[in-house]
């Protein structure tokens, strides 16, 4: 687009000066910052919590062995006590 038509077109009565869109970038920046900051945030929180979860399931699966094991030391102990 050529000087004189981008004059006509994007020309205000205030001081005559020119608002293409191409010299405001900053309602673009805005924008995209906005995007990302939404887009980020759900990838982050699904991400938190599909590591929490797995970290539980692990948590609780290595608890409940643990536990296990100990009732199986314990009960072979009492056995052995007991003489059988």
Same mark, same amino acid.
């Given at each position: 687009?050529?000087?004189?038509?981008?004059?006509?077109?994007?020309?205000?009565? +205030?001081?005559?000066?020119? !608002?293409?869109? /191409?010299? *405001?970038?900053?309602? =673009?920046?805005?924008?995209?910052?906005?995007?990302?900051?939404?887009? =980020?945030?759900? #990838?982050?929180?699904?991400?938190?919590? *599909?590591?929490?979860? #797995? @970290?539980?399931?692990?948590? +609780? @699966?290595?608890?409940?062995?643990? #536990?296990? !094991?100990?009732?199986?030391? *314990?009960? *072979? /102990?009492?056995?052995?006590?007991? =003489?059988?």
């Amino acid at each position: 687009m050529d000087d004189a038509l981008r004059k006509k077109m994007f020309t205000f009565s +205030r001081n005559d000066c020119s !608002r293409s869109p /191409e010299y *405001a970038p900053g309602a =673009g920046t805005v924008l995209g910052a906005v995007v990302d900051f939404g887009v =980020g945030l759900v #990838i982050g929180v699904s991400f938190d919590a *599909a590591m929490l979860s #797995i @970290e539980e399931s692990q948590t +609780r @699966e290595d608890f409940k062995l643990e #536990i296990l !094991r100990s009732l199986s030391e *314990a009960k *072979a /102990e009492h056995k052995q006590s007991l =003489g059988l």
